[in-house]
């Protein structure tokens, strides 16, 4: 299986400062067909996960434009340019290449300082 | 509006059966592949199941393998989950996902193994 490894585990962050996860796996997260699929959620407290960013770098739609994804074959980020307060929650990364099964990273808490 | 809603959780004995159910609206259910992703209590997600359009094609973690069985009904636009064999490392939120890309997630369903 592949495993993804996040990092920090812990974010805190002030209001209005940039925030970056990192997500690194195991092996390549390219398909035959050349397409990336690595994907980001976001879980508020008390909600299910929503979906931000999937194949790398395209954003769902209704994500806010300062969530952004970034990365090749096994470095992958996630970077929220001005932190909000709704942005609360824990951030995971997901790896839907090599399935089954789909792999999800451990999570990352972030909070405001 | 894309929905999914889950039900059925609930507390069960160590060695008991359950069966989830995942009720889909908004979309055409027959033409998505489906998963259930679970969480318990405090942890990370993990994938617990996906089943293919059809019902054909179906894939399990290697710690549900052998004791749930995903189906689904599309003429009901439903999903489930059958448990069995029910573990006390099998509590959790079971969430039901739509896709191989996971673009939609149902709110949840609390499944507590204890005697």
């Known amino acids: 299986d592949v495993l993804m490894t996040q990092s920090p585990l812990s974010l805190p962050v002030t209001l209005g400062q940039p925030a970056s996860i990192s997500c690194r796996s195991s092996?390549?997260?390219?398909?035959?067909?050349?397409?990336?699929?690595l994907t980001w959620f976001q879980q508020r407290p008390g909600q299910s996960p929503r979906r931000l960013i999937y194949?790398?770098?395209n954003r769902d739609s209704g994500v806010p434009d300062r969530f952004s994804g970034s990365g090749s074959g096994t470095d992958f980020t996630l970077t929220i340019s001005r932190v909000e307060a709704e942005d609360v929650g824990v951030y995971y990364c997901?790896?839907?290449?090599?399935?089954?099964?789909?792999?999800f990273g451990q999570g990352t808490k972030l909070e405001i300082k | 509006e894309v929905q999914l809603v889950e039900s059925g959780g609930g507390l069960v004995q160590p060695g008991g059966s359950l069966r989830l159910s995942c009720a889909a609206s908004?979309?055409?259910?027959?033409?998505?592949?489906m998963n259930w992703v679970r969480q318990a209590p405090g942890k990370g997600l993990e994938w617990v199941a996906y089943?293919?359009?059809?019902?054909?094609?179906?894939y399990y973690a290697d710690s549900v393998k052998g004791r749930f069985t995903i189906s689904r009904d599309n003429a009901k636009n439903s999903l489930y989950l059958l448990m069995e064999s029910l573990r006390d490392e099998d509590a959790a939120v079971y969430y039901c996902?739509?896709?191989?890309?996971?673009?939609?997630w149902g709110q949840g369903t609390l499944v507590t193994v204890s005697s």
């Open positions: 996902a739509r896709s191989n890309s996971f673009d939609f």
């Open positions: 908004g979309f055409s259910f027959s033409d998505y592949t």
């Open positions: 089943i293919s359009t059809g019902g054909y094609s179906i």
């Open positions: 092996q390549s997260l390219v398909y035959s067909d050349g397409n990336t699929h």
């Open positions: 194949k790398v770098s």
């Open positions: 997901m790896q839907g290449t090599h399935w089954p099964p789909a792999t």
